[in-house]
């Protein structure tokens, strides 16, 4: 969870974000302040979403989407059929977003694409909507 996160950060931060050595005498609340200052100019408010936003964008980076725009660019050296995408359209059919509990708000997250495109473990997902036609043309 976020207070997990924030709770044991100078030990996780590091990790999460591949760093050689642990962030010594500088607390979570300012190191998150910090980089979402400096990275991440969201407006602030008092939702759960608001409030959580700017740490879900950092390890997003972090963990996802540079290491994926790096590979599809190492990999279009070697093959002009690479294709890479970064979903934005919110969904209801979310299936880590059932597990973890979490409202259309939170979506898209890790394989939400994967509903556009086929049935989830037997749930219908967003298949026949425009985006979802238009993933398939590109598959």
């Known amino acids: 969870t976020v207070d997990q996160i924030i709770k044991n950060w100078t030990a996780l931060a590091p990790k999460l974000m591949q760093l050689s050595s642990p962030f010594e005498n500088i607390t979570a609340d300012q ?11 969201h407006p602030r408010d008092e939702t759960d979403l608001g409030k959580n936003q700017p740490l879900m964008d950092i390890f ?4 996802f989407i540079s290491p994926d725009q790096k590979s599809a660019e190492l990999m279009s050296k070697y093959s002009r059929l690479v294709f890479n995408y970064h979903l934005t359209q919110q969904t209801e059919h979310s299936l880590l977003g059932k597990v973890l509990k979490l409202g259309q708000e939170y979506t898209p997250i890790h394989g939400d694409d994967l509903g556009f495109l086929m049935d989830v473990f037997g749930q219908k997902g967003d298949q026949g909507s425009s985006l979802s036609n238009h993933m398939v043309k590109y598959w």
């Open 31 to 41: 190191m998150t302040a910090n980089i979402a200052l400096k990275y991440y100019n």
């Open 60 to 63: 997003s980076d972090v963990t």
